[in-house]
């Protein structure tokens, strides 16, 4: 093969890795994913299951959650635990901890 076209079908790829990427990421997790719902993921930290998910404490969002990768004033951010899918700064999961 020529090197040239190596490295075009390389740089191919890498774009087409990316691309699949960045798809993902922008996908919101879904609370009925069966992850989600083992780690009891809410769009809205108050409809968490404080029962179930011992926790729980009021004020913990994604917002103020270590994992979160969203901006400050970001509706949405990436959550690392779900691939990089979308979760809601106002929700909770029970892998939610403190933000150093
Ligand atoms: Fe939200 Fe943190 Fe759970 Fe991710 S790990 S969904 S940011 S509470």
């Given at each position: 093969?020529?090197p040239n076209r190596?490295?075009?079908?390389?740089?191919?790829?890498?774009?087409?890795?990316?691309?699949?990427?960045?798809?993902?990421?922008?996908?919101?997790?879904?609370?009925?994913?069966?992850?989600?719902?083992?780690?009891?993921?809410?769009?809205?930290?108050?409809?968490?299951?404080?029962?179930?998910?011992?926790?729980?404490?009021?004020?913990?969002?994604?917002?103020?959650?270590?994992?979160?990768?969203?901006?400050?004033?970001?509706?949405?951010?990436?959550?690392?635990?779900?691939?990089?899918?979308?979760?809601?700064?106002?929700?909770?999961?029970?892998?939610?901890?403190?933000?150093?």
């Open positions: 093969m020529m190596r490295v075009f079908l390389l740089s191919t790829a890498a774009a087409g890795a990316a691309l699949t990427s960045l798809a993902r990421a922008q996908a919101r997790v879904d609370e009925k994913d069966p992850l989600a719902q083992s780690l009891g993921y809410v769009l809205d930290a108050s409809k968490a299951d404080a029962q179930k998910f011992k926790n729980f404490a009021a004020g913990q969002h994604c917002g103020n959650c270590a994992q979160y990768q969203g901006k400050p004033g970001d509706a949405w951010g990436p959550c690392p635990v779900y691939g990089g899918k979308l979760v809601s700064d106002q929700g909770w999961c029970s892998a939610w901890s403190k933000k150093a």
